[in-house]
């Protein structure tokens, strides 16, 4: 448990611990009163019980505040690590892995250098290194072979752990001790009580930021060797925010990452000076502001899943007052029609459903040749029809015409290259090929809407042992490809069987799993009256699309009475029944003598 973790769990008995280290204070309006650290009486020093906040101290008095954490140090006098150990003792906290046993290093012989002088003075200074900084890291000069070393020694708790031997005029000419244990720079000027620090990829970088007052480490063997971290594992517990101050590329980028995820991205966050590491901005002219002011703006390494809502209220704005240019979902559109009720959204899901025989794929099908005037893009799948019969009813849809002359369904054809794919498959399909070919059509094609018609055409079992979890299964998949390809999915659902086909078909008359209904983002039923041919119009609508449920969108139930035209296959809203025109054409649109 690092810190952090060790500090929310104390907020959550902070009435109880406050009480533990100042004994001699009291309670005052949700705060423990006392004078001061060493618990006199008094009420300059308060901490806070409740809340938010809770566990949050300040001494106004001495202008010292902190955790419970940071009190428990300052109440007992001892170090970080100290403080942690009686206060994981005190809750009764038991770290949930066992310690294990540690590999024994060899502790290398003082390196033979002195303090630098002449080539390795010179190139540190050069790279913007003061003469205090050099000395605080106690770096040395060392000849050998002719060659100018700079001695780096790791020191850790008073003891040389390891030695880095940089050759000055060739960065490829570095050795580390054999066999020392791989440990951070710079632990010797890192308070005992200090809860943030920064890691470097390098020890000049390291240096850097010691220099401008922010503490800092280095780890020893660069980006992608991490060894280090279980040597200094129960040292670096104790800080709550550690700042990644790796070179700012590929491989830095990568091993700032990899280390978040293994000290707790939650405390961790990736650092950038807008140059390649923090002494090259150094070199730059940056000063102490900068340096602390790209720390303090870096962010956390965050899930990509959380995100903060604030993000969204540009986008939350736009629905409610959309600018003439914004892209706008595709709208319910039937004929010349369009219901600004309904938006197929792209990431949606939608479940149409209605008893066998009422119409509900030709409905549908007119309805896509509604999302493909507004130019998107559609594919189709239809276990129970052949990818010419598909079409056929849709050129009579397109066109306005019982029968269209080879000149207007030529033109129908060259429409549709863009517009539609189909997927040749007759009869059942699995519903992970399916899947697949979508991924594949929505990405190479950039298709956007895609249409599965029906469920029982899969090889998803309608019934028996297992069919409902196999159902849920299946639309769970469907919603997920709708969501992560941000595309909208259609899936013609089939009805119960009913007593009678008087009235449409609801959300909860689906057949199978109430899961289907409960994953899809929006239902609508088709119902129709069921009219004879021979039948003398009587001016009553002749089918009814039904909305049972919209998640986004703000209409919830909606009924809209439709016409039908027997001859062209079309629906429309009003009792004219007028033929409408999806491919413009300048030939003759039927043959002599043939119905439009």
Not at 176 to 181: G, N, T, V
Not at 205 to 220: C, E, K, R
Not at 360 to 373: A, F, I, R, V
Not at 574 to 580: G, L
Request: proline share 5%; with cysteine; glycine share 8%.
């Amino acid at each position: 448990m690092n810190a952090a973790e060790l500090s929310t769990a104390m907020a959550a008995r902070a009435a109880e611990i406050a009480q533990y280290l100042l004994p001699a204070g009291k309670k005052v309006s949700g705060e423990w009163k006392a004078g001061n650290v060493q618990g006199d009486a008094g009420q300059s020093l308060s901490v806070r019980l409740t809340g938010a906040k809770a566990g949050v101290w300040r001494d106004f008095a001495a202008g010292d505040g902190g955790d419970l954490l940071d009190l428990w140090t300052r109440c007992r006098a001892v170090s970080l690590a100290d403080a942690m150990r009686e206060a994981k003792q005190y809750l009764g906290i038991r770290d949930s892995a066992p310690p294990r046993e540690r590999r024994s290093y060899r502790r290398p012989q003082r390196p033979s250098c002195r303090p630098p002088k002449a080539g390795a003075h010179a190139w540190l200074t050069s790279r913007g290194l003061t003469a205090e900084t050099i000395e605080a890291f106690k770096v040395g000069e060392a000849e050998r072979d002719g060659k100018t070393y700079a001695v780096f020694p790791y020191l850790r708790d008073g003891e040389l752990i390891n030695a880095k031997h940089r050759n000055v005029s060739d960065k490829r000419d570095m050795r580390q001790e054999k066999d020392a244990e791989p440990c951070l720079f710079g632990w010797h000027l890192i308070d005992p009580r200090q809860r943030t620090v920064a890691i470097t990829e390098g020890e000049l970088d390291a240096m850097t930021l010691h220099q401008v007052g922010i503490p800092a480490l280095s780890v020893n063997a660069g980006a992608g060797n991490h060894q280090w971290i279980e040597s200094d594992w129960d040292r670096l517990e104790r800080f709550s925010e550690i700042a990644l101050c790796f070179d700012d590329d590929e491989p830095g980028r990568k091993g700032a990452t990899e280390v978040a995820k293994r000290l707790g991205i939650e405390r961790c966050k990736i650092v950038t000076f807008g140059a390649k590491d923090a002494n090259e901005r150094l070199q730059q002219g940056a000063e102490r502001v900068d340096f602390k002011e790209a720390i303090h703006t870096a962010k956390p390494l965050d899930p990509e899943e959380l995100v903060a809502a604030s993000a969204f209220i540009g986008s939350v704005k736009a629905l409610f007052y959309p600018a003439p240019t914004d892209d706008h979902p595709p709208l319910l559109k039937v004929g010349d029609t369009a219901c600004d009720w309904f938006a197929f959204r792209p990431s949606e899901f939608t479940v149409i459903t209605g008893i066998n025989g009422h119409g509900k794929s030709l409905l549908h099908g007119y309805l896509m040749l509604g999302l493909m005037s507004q130019g998107e893009r559609v594919c189709v799948f239809s276990g129970e029809m052949k990818p010419q019969e598909v079409l056929k009813r849709l050129v009579k849809q397109a066109t306005g015409a019982n029968r269209p002359t080879a000149g207007y369904i030529d033109a129908v054809g060259a429409w549709l290259v863009d517009r539609m794919w189909i997927l040749d498959l007759l009869g059942s399909a699995p519903i992970d090929r399916l899947l697949e070919v979508f991924r594949y059509g929505a990405k190479r094609y950039g298709i956007t809407q895609f249409v599965i018609d029906s469920l029982m055409m899969t090889d998803v079992p309608e019934d028996g042992a297992g069919a409902f979890s196999a159902q849920k299964e299946a639309v769970q998949k469907i919603a997920a490809f709708a969501k992560r390809h941000g595309v909208h999915v259609h899936l013609i659902a089939h009805p119960r069987k009913a007593s009678d086909e008087s009235k449409a078909p609801g959300k909860l008359d689906v057949s199978g799993s109430s899961r289907i209904t409960d994953a899809a983002d929006n239902v609508f039923s088709v119902w129709s009256a069921r009219k004879e041919d021979a039948d003398e119009d009587d001016g009553k609508p002749d089918a009814l699309l039904e909305l049972h449920k919209q998640r986004n969108g703000d209409v919830q139930h909606r009924k809209l009475w439709l016409y039908f035209n027997p001859a062209c296959q079309q629906y429309a809203t009003t009792s004219q029944r007028r033929a409408a025109s999806f491919v413009p054409y300048e030939g003759a649109p039927v043959t002599a003598g043939g119905a439009v």
